[in-house]
C-alpha cells in the first residue's frame, strides 16, 4: 500500500515536469528499482542523487531529466528531514571555521590531479570559462585569465594576491604574459604541491595557507571560484582581508557562481558528496558583506558560459574514464561525478545560479572604472 502510494505520488510530481516513468523520449525516467520512490520521498535531492549513484535509475539526458525538475520547482516541494536538520546546523553554526574549511580541500579538491588533469583540459582551470570568442574549451579558460588580468589593469613589476590559487594557473599566466609577481594561498595540499612545481621558475610563491591569516600588502587581489567555500559567516572577514591587503589604489577582482536568492547553507547532495560546507553567495549577501570597505566599480555576470563549460568537462572526462585507475574511480563515483555535473548544468541552464565577477576598489577608481569585456 505505502509502495504504490509513494509510486503514484512522485509520478504525479514528475508529470508536472513533463517526466514519464518509462517514457521514451531521453528526459524520461527509467526507473530499475522500487525502493526509489520511497527513498526519493523521504530524504528529497539527497535521496535523488544517492538512488542515481546506486543505480536505482537512469534517465539518457541526465542534465535534461534535472532541468525539468529545477524548473517545475520540485526540488523545493520534496525535502527530506535531513535536509531540514542541515539547516538547522548551518543557522546555528559556522560551517567554515578554519578546521571544517581544510575539509573541501581533503574530500574534493584533493581527490586526485589525474582526475582534474582528465576533465580539465590543457589547464588546469576549475572554473567558468569566457565563451564570448572562444572556440574550445582551452580557449575559453585562456580568455578568461586573461580578462581577469585586463580588468585588474596588471603591469609589469606589479605583485599580486591569489585568493584560492587552485592549481596555479591564473598566477603563472599573469605572471608570464603580464610580468607580475605574486602570491597564491591553498587550504589543498595536492594544489599546492602541483602549483609549486609549476610555478617554479616564475616570481610565484605558493603557500598552504587559510586566507584570513594574510597580512601584507599588494598592488591587485583576485579569487577566481573559492569564494563559494567561504560561508556568510565569514563573507565580512574575507573582504576585511582583502582590504587589508590592498594597496589604497589597489583593484579586488571576485569570480564566483552567485545564488538568485539568499541561503546559509547548500544542497544536501552537493554537500556530503561534492562540495562540504559550501554556500553560494546572493548579491545582497555580497553587497553587504562588502559594504564600507569598497566600492563596486563594475558587475558581470556571464553564467550561461558555465553550462558549455560544464558540458565540456563532462565531454572530457566521459571519454577518459577507461584511462583512469578503476580503484579509485569505480562506477559509483563515476555516477556520483555525472550526477554533479549534469546537476551544475541544469542549475545554470535554469538561470537559478549565476557567475559573476565583481571588481572593487578600496577608495573608488579616479575618474572612473570602465571594466574590458
Known sequence: MAAAFSRRRVEALLAAADVRIGGDREWDLQVHDERFYTRVLAQGSLGLG?????????????????????????DGRVRGIGEILDGLRARLLNLQTRRRAREVGLRHYDLGNDLYAAMLGKRLVYSCGYWRTAGDLDEAQLAKLDLVCRKLQLQPGM????IGCGWGEALKYAATRYGVSGVGVTISREQAEYARRLCADLPVEIRLQDYRDLDERFDAVFSIGMFEHVGVRNYRAFFETAHRCLFRDGLLLLHTIGSNISRNRTDPWIARYIFPNSMLPSAAQITRASEVLFVLEDWHNFGTDYDRTLQAWRDNIESAWERLDPRRYDERFRRMWRFYLAGSMATFRARRAQLWQLVLSPEGVAGGYEAPR
Open 50 to 74: 544517492e538512488s542515481y549513484m546506486d543505480g536505482w535509475w537512469d534517465a539518457r539526458s541526465l542534465d535534461g531529466f534535472l532541468l525539468r525538475l529545477i524548473q517545475a520547482g520540485l
Open 159 to 162: 605583485r599580486v594576491l591569489d
